[in-house]
């Protein structure tokens, strides 16, 4: 199997790994047509585990081998590192201000990125495509460096990536598909705007493979770009919302597991 892929283009297993990612999305929206509800306390601790496995990931799957190829570049590695992070919030902070959308648990007036006539589950939609977003970038990088060196391990490291992205995926495709049939939309509307919510995953899949593939010089930077933007989204989003209720505690258990998955994953299959 691992021969097979290792003989694919790295853009084209991007894809694939993103596709992965989006039917992730698309399993957790599923949950629309069993559940028309969520309790509270397990809510929060599918968003805390969401939180902990991007925390994880940032750092072992994107910072660190941002940090170590930026200094086998010779390069002054706390600075390129800090300043491809730096962008990357940045970028997804301008995203914020400039795409209305509403966080789950929030109240419509309560709504971020400026005034909107859209409806309120149309921005509940937008709240879980940017968190999308640099999901679908980091995956496509991992995949994007094996450019530098398609080996056994370098797969293995991109694929605990998208794994790992997956995984905390499904929270999500219900963060968007439950709410939205309390909303009025029927179970199968819920659904589909729930999985389609996933869709720009492999769209900054693509993006984020050819470029690194294509301009190697800027692996180091575009993996911590998209460690920053990713973090942005947990201090920004996930965090905040998981801490909703009175049972808020389970939010910080759901990180502390989330965040240990991810680290064996990447440490053990890295």
Same mark, same amino acid.
């Given at each position: 199997?691992?021969?097979?892929?290792?003989?694919?283009?790295?853009?084209?297993?991007?894809?694939?790994?993103? /596709?992965?990612? *989006?039917?992730?999305?698309?399993?957790?929206?599923?949950?629309?047509?069993?559940?028309?509800?969520?309790?509270?306390? &397990?809510? +929060?601790?599918?968003?805390?585990?969401?939180? =902990?496995?991007?925390?994880?990931?940032?750092? *072992?799957?994107?910072?660190?081998?941002?940090?170590?190829?930026?200094? +086998?570049? /010779?390069?002054?590695? *706390?600075?390129?590192?800090?300043? =491809?992070?730096?962008?990357? =919030?940045?970028?997804?902070?301008?995203?914020?201000?400039?795409?209305?959308?509403?966080?789950?648990?929030?109240?419509?007036?309560?709504?971020?990125?400026?005034?909107?006539?859209?409806?309120?589950?149309?921005?509940?939609?937008?709240?879980?495509?940017?968190? +999308?977003?640099?999901?679908?970038?980091?995956?496509?990088?991992?995949?994007?460096?094996?450019?530098?060196?398609?080996?056994?391990?370098?797969?293995?490291?991109?694929?605990? &990536?998208?794994?790992?992205?997956?995984?905390? +995926?499904?929270?999500?495709?219900?963060?968007?598909?439950?709410?939205?049939?309390?909303?009025?939309?029927?179970?199968?509307?819920?659904? *589909?705007?729930?999985?389609?919510?996933?869709? #720009?995953?492999?769209?900054?899949?693509?993006?984020?493979?050819?470029?690194?593939?294509?301009?190697?010089?800027?692996?180091?930077?575009?993996?911590?770009?998209?460690?920053?933007?990713?973090?942005? &989204? #947990?201090?920004?989003?996930?965090?905040?919302?998981?801490?909703?209720?009175?049972?808020?505690?389970?939010?910080?258990?759901?990180?502390?597991?989330?965040?240990?998955?991810?680290?064996?994953?990447? #440490?053990?299959?890295?």
């Amino acid at each position: 199997m691992f021969v097979d892929l290792l003989s694919l283009h790295p853009v084209v297993l991007a894809l694939l790994a993103t /596709g992965f990612t *989006w039917f992730c999305t698309a399993f957790g929206a599923g949950f629309v047509f069993f559940f028309r509800t969520v309790p509270r306390p &397990v809510f +929060n601790a599918m968003l805390g585990f969401a939180s =902990g496995i991007m925390i994880a990931a940032s750092f *072992w799957s994107l910072l660190l081998p941002s940090i170590e190829l930026s200094e +086998n570049a /010779g390069q002054t590695a *706390w600075f390129h590192v800090s300043l =491809g992070f730096l962008s990357g =919030g940045l970028s997804l902070y301008a995203l914020h201000k400039l795409l209305p959308h509403l966080h789950v648990g929030l109240e419509e007036n309560r709504l971020e990125g400026g005034k909107s006539s859209f409806q309120r589950s149309l921005l509940l939609i937008l709240a879980i495509t940017l968190h +999308n977003i640099p999901e679908g970038l980091a995956v496509g990088v991992a995949f994007g460096a094996l450019g530098d060196g398609f080996t056994y391990e370098a797969l293995m490291a991109a694929m605990v &990536v998208a794994f790992g992205i997956g995984i905390q +995926n499904i929270p999500e495709g219900a963060a968007v598909s439950i709410p939205l049939l309390r909303e009025g939309f029927s179970a199968k509307k819920s659904f *589909w705007y729930g999985q389609l919510s996933g869709f #720009v995953e492999p769209i900054g899949g693509l993006l984020g493979a050819a470029l690194v593939f294509y301009v190697e010089s800027i692996l180091p930077f575009a993996l911590s770009f998209a460690a920053g933007a990713m973090i942005f &989204v #947990v201090v920004e989003e996930l965090i905040p919302e998981s801490h909703t209720g009175k049972e808020t505690e389970m939010s910080t258990l759901g990180a502390m597991f989330g965040f240990v998955l991810m680290m064996a994953l990447d #440490v053990g299959l890295g």
